[in-house]
């Protein structure tokens, strides 16, 4: 057997000991960008698509500190007027970003035109971190979803489910008649 001195071995016990904690300023290796999201405070936030967040309408720090993880292009589907819009189209770019604004006041606005702008929108991200939001995130889920069946060629089922994990909750009939009505 394999004799080791003391120290060496508190020493190798102390180094694993280490790689075994969290690092409490930048997370464990487990959190996910969601989790890290959600961290700052964000409302009903959810990760349905590689670099795509979905949430809550953000205030103006968590935009920020989202921009500081890394976070450059920012999506709203809210109306400008909504309670807690409009200040993006100039916050965010003042700070670096990328804003752009779709807006969706419900069911009606749930077209093929807005969700081919989404889809546009997405593809020029081009994997770069991105936040997609409403007020609630139901809109949000309701636009992916449709972008999931008529753009991405997605079965209804699998279309819905992606919007589910994005947050859509009552627009969800809506989504399924406009569906109905085939691509």
């Known amino acids: ?3 080791t001195p003391g120290y060496l071995s508190l020493a190798l016990i ?6 075994g904690q969290d690092d409490a300023r930048t997370g464990s290796d487990s959190d996910s960008p969601a989790d890290i999201v959600a961290g700052l405070g964000v409302e009903n936030v959810a990760a349905p698509l ?3 967040i979905t949430a809550a309408q953000p205030t103006r720090e968590q935009v920020d500190e ?3 993880l890394g976070y450059r292009s920012f999506v709203s589907l809210q109306l400008e007027e909504e ?5 993006e189209e100039a916050g965010v770019v003042e700070s670096g970003g990328r804003f752009v604004r779709i807006p969706v006041a419900g069911p009606d606005d749930l077209t093929r035109e807005n969700v081919d702008k989404l889809a546009a929108i997405l593809a020029e991200a081009g994997g770069d971190p991105t936040v997609l939001y409403c007020a609630s995130s139901n809109r949000v889920g309701a636009l992916l979803a449709l972008k999931a069946y008529w753009v991405d060629g997605a079965d209804p089922e699998d279309a819905l489910a992606l919007g589910r994990r994005g947050g859509l909750r009552a627009l969800e009939p809506s989504v399924r008649s ?3 009505e085939g691509r």
């Open 83 to 87: 309670p807690g819009a409009g200040w």
């Open 66 to 68: 989202m921009m500081a």
């Open 50 to 52: 590689p670099d795509l």
């Open 1 to 3: 057997m394999l004799r």
């Open 178 to 180: 406009l569906m109905a």
């Open 14 to 19: 102390l180094v694993l000991a280490a790689c």
